[in-house]
Nanobody, 116 residues
């Protein structure tokens, strides 16, 4: 079992930055890859980024490429999502998840609101 807890969401103006964190517990953190997803009101949940167990490889959705950076601190059992040049369309609840491709484990999410 893996437990995930997100933090770092909030309200920011367009063009600003936020850094999300996701703390993991349970199984050894290096056992699994991690991902970030988001869900905006009235829309389906969508993939944002993922990162392999060592942090050496990451993949991004086209909508965030060049603005968001996923990373992980294995010593701290934490995965991060640095979000720069935020846009109003980035407003959503952001979730971290473990073990692609099925993503068997999910956090409860953190709200990100970008004002125009």
């Amino acid at each position: 079992q893996v437990q995930l807890v997100e933090s770092g969401g909030g309200l920011v103006q367009a063009g600003g930055s936020l850094r999300l964190s996701c703390a993991a517990s349970g199984r050894p953190f290096t056992d699994y890859a991690m991902g970030w997803f988001r869900q905006a009101p009235g829309k389906e949940r969508e993939f944002v980024a993922n990162i392999n167990w060592s942090g050496s490889s990451a993949y991004y959705a086209d909508s965030v490429k060049g603005r968001f950076t996923i990373s992980r601190g294995n010593a701290k059992n934490t995965v991060y999502l640095q979000m720069n040049r935020l846009k109003p369309e980035d407003t959503a609840v952001y979730y971290c998840a473990a073990e692609p491709p099925a993503y068997d484990y999910w956090g409860k999410g953190t709200q990100v609101t970008v004002s125009s």
